[in-house]
């Protein structure tokens, strides 16, 4: 007997059947078949299963048995693999399964997001809409819409893939792509936030990152296309702000107008010490050195106070972004020293840094005193070798530099200087206490 289509036969589930109670209007003829394939189905007899259970499907409503649309799935599963070779047939079938889990979804609520991701599942597996790629590419995004973060993620994977598949043939446009993209990493960051040992989320991350930088959409001329609009529309919307930021950042396009303007809003309405940091590094690649210092001492001061490492190390950065950018000696000399006191472990790079800035200067006066700035940048020379082997050799380098420079005994003899004496050296708005040191 030619075997009907579930396809078919679903039309006449309705609610006429349904209001004649849980197991239709003929409740015998249902439980008969029901009892017939579950027995055989148990015994995992599938072959004389199959006929009872479409006969139950036929007679019973979806409310009989939930294990009645579970089962059938199964085995139409097992009649698609045996269909291969018969193309129209197997489509039918897989029709039918995927009305199934429609069913299941509509009359076991308590299932219906499974039911749906189930679909999903098979609707990839079996390439549910092979000749319209368009079509299954929409019900992929359909349900990622409609469960959102509860979809396996495969489906997030093969939805990106397949809208890469038409953006790349000129089916969809590029906006809808990039919108894809965006939905996609927003839902599987927020899966990862909520069970963040799950190495497959991460790995689902990165390859979905991965198509779309191998997509050829995530041009920058298209980013601002897309974006600029937006944030003209709506330059405070935080959301949008970060997605911008996130979005601009993967594709290496932090040095447009577009993303320093997103980035410097988003701080406006966020601030914090990483978002600081990132302004400073963008206006200090554009040479706005300025600009980029005040934002560096904006995320030194939102700092949390107990991450006191990171405190030295931004203040020691910051020592030397004054020194070699705006030639501010004093500021960066204060600064290093302000890095030191948060943690010991950087003394050695800040006694070597305030050392060349102090060798650095050009000091007014005497023969002496013009050469006194030397004593000061061998005593940090050496300061920085006691606390860092790891600087040793350089400090050591240094501080033979300099003090060839050191003022002759003859000089020094005349303007009443000797060696071992102490002696104050002013320069550059600095002052320290040095020991006169001489050459024979």
């Known amino acids: 007997m030619k075997k009907i289509a ?25 439980k008969k078949y ?31 048995s939930q294990n009645m649309l579970l089962h059938g799935q199964n085995l139409l599963r097992l009649d698609i693999s045996k269909n291969a070779n018969n193309p129209a047939r197997r489509q039918e079938l897989i029709d039918s399964l995927i009305m199934l889990h429609d069913l299941r979804s509509e009359y076991y609520p308590s299932y219906r997001v499974k039911s749906i991701d ?15 790629p368009l079509k299954q590419y929409q019900m992929l995004t359909e349900i990622i819409n409609t469960i959102n973060t509860d979809c396996s993620p495969i489906v997030f994977i093969n939805q990106m893939k397949g809208g890469v598949a038409l953006y790349q043939a000129g089916t969809l446009p590029p906006e809808a792509l990039m919108t894809c993209f965006e939905n996609n990493i927003n839902h599987i960051e927020e899966m990862i936030s909520m069970d963040p040992e799950k190495e497959e989320y991460r790995v689902v991350k990165q390859d979905i990152e991965t198509i779309f930088a191998e997509s050829g959409v995530a041009s920058c001329d298209n980013l601002v296309e897309l974006y600029t609009p937006r944030f003209e529309a709506n330059p405070t919307d935080a959301n949008l702000l970060a997605t911008m930021v996130k979005m601009l950042t993967r594709s290496d396009c932090v040095n447009t107008d577009l993303f320093l303007k997103s980035a410097v809003a988003l701080h406006e309405i966020n601030p914090s010490s990483s978002s600081a940091y990132g302004l400073y590094r963008l206006y200090s690649s554009r040479d706005e050195d300025r600009v980029a210092a005040q934002f560096f001492e904006s995320a030194v001061s939102l700092l949390d106070p107990n991450d006191v490492k990171t405190a030295a190390e931004y203040n020691l950065e910051l020592a030397t972004f004054y020194f070699k950018k705006l030639n501010r000696s004093a500021t960066a000399v204060a600064t290093a020293k302000k890095a030191i006191e948060y943690d010991q472990s950087v003394a050695g790079k800040a006694y070597l840094l305030i050392g060349t800035i102090w060798a650095s200067q050009d000091c007014p006066g005497s023969e002496v005193d013009a050469r006194s700035k030397y004593w000061v940048a061998v005593d ?20 033979a530099q300099y003090r060839k420079y050191f003022p002759m005994q003859v000089d020094a003899f005349m303007y009443d200087v000797t060696d071992g004496q102490r002696y104050t050296v002013s320069c550059g708005g600095m002052t320290e206490i040095t020991t006169v040191r001489t050459q024979k």
């Not at 189930?118 to 319209?132: L, P, S």
């Open 6 to 30: 579930i396809i078919l036969f679903a039309m006449v589930l309705s609610i006429p059947a349904f209001s004649q109670g849980k197991y239709g209007k003929d409740s015998v003829e249902c």
């Open 34 to 64: 029901l009892s017939f394939y579950s027995e055989l189905y148990k015994q995992r007899n599938y072959d004389e299963a199959a006929p009872h259970w479409r006969k139950a499907i036929a007679l019973c409503p979806p409310t009989a």
């Open 118 to 132: 189930n679909k999903a599942i098979d609707i990839i597996n079996y390439n549910y809409c092979g000749d319209d």
């Open 380 to 399: 940090y020379m050496v300061k920085a070798k006691n606390a860092d082997p790891e600087v040793a050799a350089n400090a050591d380098e240094l501080a």
